[in-house]
């Protein structure tokens, strides 16, 4: 009852959703209020049937029913109840759904608070929305159901991929889809404004709080499943230019473009048709991603779809939104009226050197990504892109622009002077440089670019906080005048200068883990010892372990700093029962923000001997903290009242009589 | 029942939802879209002079800011006076709207649903299920689920086709026999159903090759001449009748057409050995038996596992007996150097369980686990499968 | 500065930037990238030892030889030929003999694949893709098996 109460709720979301593509279409086309008011009911009507369904799926992995194909391929009555549950979306139909219905929250999250939005604009946003939709519930029905059922049911389940039994994957996939699926929002707003042939004063204002949202869990899920890839793989690595990171990085840095010139749009009426351009670019990249992700024409660890008709549905799904919305950017986009101008020195001027730069790199990552696929089609040849080819592009690009991010903030609008800026990065330049010099000193010389990364990371670090410092006026005003300034300063203000300090700290990660991580790989007895990171690590010995569906040889190794015990860690191989299949549990050990890692390699052929790889990597925790504090900064910044859009009926003879105090 | 009762009150809410403004009376006009720009332009002149007020923007910057920002402000309102709201749709075209909405949003859910739906099954959940019957690990129990659904509509004919095998390898002859004679009845003749029919008559004769089997394996024949098990039978008849002149032949095509690992080798190529010496023909090398681990099959291999049985009936009880002994030792000799093989314990178990060794079979089972522990899936199933047979596991005293 | 001027600051900006990119991929492209070969391939071209190779094939059964220290060597093949490999540092959870491997490494002097990473992926019954196509391409892949193959080795080989 409830996995087809489920598959029904799915079918008649389908239905709603082709009722909502075309009645606010219509309305918005028509001037008809009752029409267009249609999409607001359909949208959160076609959520809750999505939360429906997707409950009735998550019921029937936690029962245990294996009359579900899904369960029965995905799950095991021995699983942990918590990876019961995560299971129904660490498969491919799952996912799907749950990428569904992100897509129905996020639709419905606009027909809820969009009351202010002008009625016409909100219908034809809605109906963009349940385009998308309709394609996916589509796809998923056609090709992926997850509430396939199975007759006579079996008895026991085939198990989840045990590298993905684990905590970082309840988490990661659904930030990331919040990401990739929350730029849709901006894309409907485009196309919408495409069809219009105009852009209300409305719409950058509302794209940029979605794009932030969009954005934040982006960037957080992005930061998870990198350390997800590091401590549940056991290689120690925590970036490889994996084709799935790409597809995940790709809308970040388009989106992170949004995010900027959507604020020159706001400010300034200026980049309008570049950023509807920019939208509907993030939203492909994250359609791309889900492509690559979900065809598995890659192969990758996350690729759990092999099925080529899955494959051609979602590239027609992308080659039909893709192509489509750009073919009616290409004969739109002139109906639309161009912005203002601004000189290249000011905070525009910043702003699109922004954009430029981090297109550009959007665009090699997307090269390199695609290149390898589209060589073996075309020429059959195959090659792999790989670490090496993106550090030589994505870097050299990267610089600049991490060089020049502080002075954006610094520089007027429309006409910004250059020399005061730098005047006020003075001390920022001056202790960025003894950093360099500090590092330099502290390894006698030897590592000249690590110096200059960190003293890049502190630079940023320095000139975020430099911006701040400057606006609440400290060194001009009385400290307590300053401070009280701060307080009030506007949450838009931190988050600039959070979003930018968090990424001085990612980069300080970075290099520091680069350029200073020792690395050990050795065969070690029982009682041998090794130096790593200050410590010296003893190799006490193996034992075998049962957990509830798979076996594991525990290493222990007791920690010491000169002859006093510190602590003790455990290393270890597990077997997962049902699948055969081993995997690697790192041992790590945090402190502060570096971290010990210790991965077990193969068992030597004498009873004892085992391969154990031994990292220091010192800093490395500030490569996702850094995430972390870029995604607090885009908190802040979405909670400046100063994004909110009122409507004219009812506040008009406020905002006439006297101006809104913002905080 | 309840299921549609859910799925059509969903339907109801979610369409009259779907419709609901459509039906209401028109209310006034909305806003023309220039009067939104203006209010995010008010907006933005208000959060100037809060910048301005709190000191973090510099009045002369604010002084242009503003400019700008009126100007903008002007041109909005100008184009709001000129803008007028448009007439909105016709009453009728509404009406007809949501007529077409509510007829198409259930149409397209039930035809949708309809071709990808299970509207009938019920939820298995786990926990409801181990309770039904543990003994038969549920087998039975999707066997009683499949005979009252056959009893309530036993003209279903792919249930009965479905049910038919499992009857034969739960050795449940009857009731294969009837199955078989329901689906050829239902669905017309096929050869696996021939031929299961065919081997249903025979082992409820004991294992001969009744007058109604043989016609049902020469049916299945006649649709598939390649048809192993129909062959074999046929050629177990001639044997059974002492015709070794013809039986000889046919069991040595018999063994010839077989996979070399087939589970009813052993006894073809006995039969051929019988039916030479019979004949008085060569013995052949080939013809010596090859007894081969497999040799007695656990219900749920694929294969006629009761073929064995018949055949070896054929042969006398102390060969027999000799002959399945010598299997299973190499059997439990293999399981020792490669224990990775979850069939094979079963088979073993299995073995021992026939051959009327209980403690045997206790040890295998342990054995067993030692390799699968009873909450992998595979122990799981091998436990089931030896409680199904009253094996234990019990008992440490000996290992033979 | 004129209207003229600042539009042909930006144009000239951007075109800047993305002429360095295009200048940055074709670079990165010539020298980062890896072609995926087989064993018999390999033998037949013997690339230089700045071309970065993706050598794939199935791991030999009875190659894998450790030297006590943490370098391996092993063999990979695809059935017709084999190349010595050394690999220093730690082997994938999955790296068996008579299992799909990729080494991605260059070729040296004498002859024997220097590898800097091995990977064989996480699951079991994980083919590297490039593996099960060249072999495919061969005719020697068949019903998604590999055609008069060893058996895999036992266990002992790998975790």
């Known amino acids: 009852m409830i996995v087809e109460t489920g598959h029904y709720a799915l079918v008649l979301a389908l239905a709603v959703a082709l009722v909502q593509s075309v009645l606010p279409l219509a309305g918005a086309r028509l001037g008809d209020g009752r029409l267009m008011q249609t999409g607001t009911n359909t949208a959160i009507l076609g959520f809750l049937l999505l939360a429906l369904s997707f409950a009735c799926l998550v019921t029937a992995h936690v029962q245990s029913d294996f009359s579900v194909l899904n369960v029965f391929e995905n799950s095991n009555s021995a699983k942990p109840m918590l990876y019961k549950v995560t299971g129904v979306w660490g498969n491919h139909e799952g996912s799907m759904l749950l990428w569904v219905l992100i897509l129905g929250l996020f639709g419905a999250l606009v027909a809820g608070f969009g009351r202010d939005l002008p009625a016409s604009l909100k219908a034809n946003v809605l109906s963009v929305q349940a385009w998308i939709t309709t394609a996916f519930l589509l796809f998923i029905l056609a090709t992926s159901n997850p509430f396939q059922r199975l007759s006579p049911a079996p008895f026991e389940g085939q198990d989840l991929n045990p590298v993905l039994q684990d905590v970082g994957l309840a988490i990661h996939p659904p930030l990331l889809y919040l990401g990739y699926v929350g730029f849709s929002i901006a894309f ?29 869990f982006l960037t957080l899920g992005i930061a998870m499943g990198s350390y997800w890839a590091y401590y549940e793989l056991g290689w120690g690595g925590w970036w490889f230019w994996d084709p799935v990171e790409n597809a995940s990085f790709m809308p970040w840095l388009s989106g992170t473009a949004l995010l900027h010139s959507a604020l020159v749009m706001e400010k300034r009426s200026a980049l309008k048709i570049w950023t509807v351009l920019l939208a509907i670019l993030t939203f492909s990249l994250s359609l791309l991603g889900t492509f690559l992700v979900r065809s598995g024409v890659l192969t990758s660890v996350h690729a759990f779809a092999t099925d080529p008709t899955r494959g051609v549905f979602i590239l027609a799904i ?10 009616l950017f290409a004969f739109r986009a002139a109906a639309l009226e161009a912005g203002g101008l601004f000189a290249p020195i000011s905070r525009e001027g910043a702003l699109v050197l922004n954009n430029l730069f981090l297109t550009t790199a959007a665009a090699t990552v997307l090269v390199g990504t695609l290149y390898p696929l589209v060589l073996d089609v075309l020429a059959g040849t195959k090659i792999s892109v790989g670490a090496p080819f993106f550090n030589m592009t994505f870097g050299p690009l990267m610089l600049p622009l991490l060089a020049v991010v502080p ?24 202790l960025a440089l003894v950093v360099v010099i500090a590092v330099l000193a502290y390894t006698r010389g030897g590592k000249i670019l690590a110096a200059l ?56 990660g970075i290099v520091s883990v680069v350029t200073f991580q020792t690395e050990l790989i050795t065969t070690m007895t029982p009682g041998q010892v090794v130096e790593a990171g200050g410590y010296a690590i003893r190799y006490e010995g193996t034992e075998k372990r049962q957990g509830p569906n798979y076996s594991e040889d525990a290493a222990r190794f007791t920690l010491m700093r000169g002859t006093d015990r510190v602590d003790t860690m455990e290393s270890a191989r597990r077997l997962y029962t049902a699948r055969q299949q081993p995997t690697t549990e790192a041992g790590i050990r945090t402190e502060l923000f570096s971290q010990l890692y210790i991965a077990l390699g193969d068992a030597g052929a004498n009873g004892g001997a085992t391969v154990v790889r031994v990292w220091w990597k010192p800093l490395v925790t500030l490569v996702w903290l850094g995430a972390v504090v870029m995604a607090l900064g885009g908190i802040a910044s979405l909670s400046d009242r100063r994004l909110r859009v009122g409507a004219p009926a009812r506040s008009r003879r406020r905002a006439l009589l006297q101006p809104e105090p913002a905080e | 029942m309840l299921f549609w009762v859910v799925a059509a009150s969903l339907t109801a809410i979610v369409t009259l939802a779907a419709v609901w403004p459509v039906l209401r009376p028109r209310t006034g006009a909305s806003p023309v879209r220039a009067e939104h720009d203006l209010e995010v332009y008010r907006a933005q002149l208000g959060e100037l002079d809060g910048d301005v007020a709190r000191g973090a923007l510099r009045s002369e910057d604010a002084q242009t800011a503003r400019a700008e920002i009126g100007r903008r402000l002007l041109r909005a309102a100008e184009q709001a006076e000129g803008a007028r709201a448009r007439p909105g749709a016709r009453r009728g075209g509404l009406i007809a709207v949501a007529v077409v909405v509510a007829v198409a949003v259930p149409a397209l859910s039930l035809a949708v649903y309809g071709t990808l739906g299970s509207p009938a ?25 499949a005979e009252e659904r056959l009893k309530q509509a036993p003209d279903d004919g792919r249930g009965w086709d479905v049910l038919a095998p499992i009857y034969l390898r739960l050795s449940r002859y009857e009731d294969a026999a009837k199955a078989y004679r329901n689906a050829i009845r239902l669905l017309g003749s096929s050869a696996a159903r021939e031929a299961g029919l065919g081997q249903a008559a025979t082992e409820i004769a004991g294992g001969e090759v009744t007058q109604e089997a043989k016609s049902a394996f020469e049916r299945a024949l006649a649709l598939d001449p390649t048809l192993l098990q129909a062959r074999f039978f046929l050629a177990l008849d001639l044997s059974q009748e002492a015709r070794y002149a013809e039986a000889l032949p ?48 656990p219900p749920t291999s694929p294969g006629p596992d009761a073929d064995q049985v018949a055949a070896a009936s054929q042969l006398s009880s102390g060969d027999r007996q000799a002959m399945i002994e010598g299997m299973v030792a190499q059997l439990a000799e293999r399981l020792k150097s490669d224990p990775k093989d979850a069939e094979g314990w079963k088979k073993l178990i299995r073995s021992y369980n026939v051959l009327g060794q209980p403690d045997a079979a206790n040890a295998a089972l342990r054995d067993a686990q030692a390799t699968f ?21 019990a008992g440490e005293t000996r290992t033979p | 500065m004129t209207r003229k001027q600042k539009r042909l600051s930006l144009i000239a900006g951007g075109l800047a930037v993305i002429g360095t990119a295009v200048g940055l991929v074709l670079w990165g492209l010539s020298s980062g990238m890896a072609y995926f070969k087989s064993p018999t391939e390999l033998l037949a071209e013997m690339p230089g030892s700045a071309q970065r190779i993706r050598l794939g094939g199935l791991v030999e059964t009875n190659s894998v030889q450790r030297d006590g220290t943490d370098t391996v060597h092993f063999r990979v093949t695809d059935t017709v030929d084999s190349v010595p490999v050394t690999y220093t540092g730690l082997l994938p959870d ?66």
């Open chain 2, 373 to 393: 522990p009873p909450e992998s899936p595979e122990g799981t199933d091998i436990a089931t499968f030896a409680r199904d047979l009253g094996v234990t596991g």
């Open chain 1, 318 to 327: 992308l080659a039909i939104f893709v192509g489509g919305s750009l073919a």
């Open chain 2, 250 to 297: 046919a069991w040595r095509q018999v063994v010839a057409d077989s996979p070399p690992n087939a589970p009813w080798m052993a006894m073809a190529k006995a039969a051929v050995a019988d039916a030479a010496q019979r004949t008085g023909a060569p013995a052949l090398a080939e013809a010596a038996p090859d007894p081969r681990p497999g040799a007695i099959e």
């Open chain 2, 121 to 145: 099954m019920p939820d298995l959940p786990l926990e409801a299920r181990a309770g039904s019957d543990p003994s038969a690990g549920g087998m039975t129990a999707l066997i009683a689920q």
């Open chain 1, 453 to 508: 990364g960190i003293g890049l990371a502190a630079w940023l670090i320095l000139g975020s906080l430099t911006d701040l410092a400057g606006r609440a006026g400290f060194g001009r005003v009385a400290r307590g005048v300053a401070l009280r300034r701060l307080a009030g300063l506007p949450r838009s203000a931190f988050g600039t200068a959070l979003a930018h300090l968090g990424l001085g700290i990612t980069l300080l």
């Open chain 1, 407 to 430: 002075f954006g903030p610094l520089l007027a609008w429309k006409r910004g002077d250059l020399m005061a800026a730098a005047q006020r990065l003075w001390a920022a330049a001056g």
């Open chain 3, 94 to 159: 999955l790296f068996r003999e008579g299992q799909g491997v990729i080494a991605e490494g260059t070729l040296g002097s004498d002859r024997v694949f220097v590898a800097d990473s091995v990977l064989a992926k996480h699951d079991e019954t994980y083919m590297p893709k490039e593996v099960v196509d060249d072999l495919k391409k061969r005719g020697l892949w068949e019903d998604g098996k590999i055609k008069a193959q060893a058996e895999p080795a036992a266990a002992g080989a790998g975790t």
């Open chain 1, 188 to 216: 409907s707003f485009a196309v919408a404004a495409l069809i219009d042939g105009r852009i209300d004063a409305a719409w950058a204002r509302w794209v940029r709080p979605w794009t932030l949202v969009a954005w934040i």
